[in-house]
């Protein structure tokens, strides 16, 4: 199926902000067309290289299945806005929101390659600049690096020239997508959903 062409907002930096109707297809879909997309904010930037998709009440693994909730609200909608949960009493976890307003459905983002705010990124992690495969490479890493949290940006929308906090397009052409089983979870563990690039090495290790 080929990816559909929705219309872009022009961005400062050369970037086009990613239009609402983007996020309206399926999670999978959505999933695949955001490889090699870029998180933005401020002046950290990350190309997007790992992500899963959660199949809202149809997917036992999905913060969404048992119903919409006071904490689940935002992955019922409207789409394209950050659900930003907690785990571990240790890291925060960045989703975004995709589906029609009313169905549930999400994607997690598992880790970028930083593009520029390199300097920034190590600060907020708290690790030197020459680790730089480990400084988003995993979901709580990549939210330390870019300062997500759950109060601060859950439900911010991310199609939002006003947002601090973004998804772009530079024209990069994600090729090479290796599509394997989501990790880290126990439930509906062997769904074919977890989408990155092929060899970069950026992408989380198991567990990470």
Known sequence: MPLSKQPMARTRAGATLVSR??????????????????LVRGEMVG?????????GEADAASHAFPGKTARNAVLFG??????????????????????????AGGVLFRALEPIRGVEAMATNRGVAVTRITALTSGPGRLCQAFGVTRERDNGADLTSPKSDLQ??????????????????????????????????????????
């Open 21 to 38: 109707d983007f996020y309206l297809d399926p999670p999978d879909r959505v999933a695949q067309k955001l490889l090699g997309k870029l």
């Open 47 to 55: 190309r997007i290289v790992e992500v899963e998709a959660y199949f």
């Open 78 to 103: 409207p789409p394209g806005h950050a659900y930003v949960y907690f785990i571990y009493g240790m890291y925060f976890c960045l989703n975004v929101s995709c589906e029609r307003e009313g169905r």
């Open 167 to 208: 998804i772009r397009d530079d024209g990069f052409v994600a090729s090479d997508v290796l599509v394997t089983p989501r990790i880290g979870i126990s439930k509906d563990a062997e769904r074919p959903a977890r989408f990155l690039l092929a060899d970069n090495s950026f992408v989380s290790k198991r567990g990470a």
